[in-house]
Every structure is written in C-alpha cells, then in structure tokens.
C-alpha cells in the first residue's frame, strides 16, 4: 500500500544554518533526512564525524593508519 503523506523528514539547510521540515529549499542546500529536528542540526557535526571515520578507513586500506 502506498502511503500519500509521507513525513518529508527534517533538514539542515547549509545556506541557511537552519533546519527546515521538508522540501522547503533547494535540495543543494540541505542535508538529510533526519528523523528528528535534533538531529538534523546536529548534521555538520554528523557530517564531520562520517568524513574522519571514512579517512581513517581509507588510510587503514591505504596502509597509511596510525
């Protein structure tokens, strides 16, 4: 069954520094979804987090890990 409503999700708008309810900017713009508004404006620092734990697995294939 298809649902007709379904929950846009909460972004974080880099242009903006705001979290926004769905699609309300242009999808360039925004990070997510996010299942919660906190967690959306926690989404720099979850991108921070994603990006240093993909280096490291890099440098550990690389050979490169410390």
Known sequence: ????????????NTRTGEVEHGH????IDRLGP???RETAARALEIARERTAAADKADRA???DDD
């Open 1 to 12: 069954m298809r649902d007709d409503n379904p929950d846009p999700g909460w972004y974080f």
């Open 24 to 27: 309300l900017s242009r999808s």
């Open 34 to 36: 996010y299942p919660d």
């Open 61 to 63: 294939w690389n050979g």
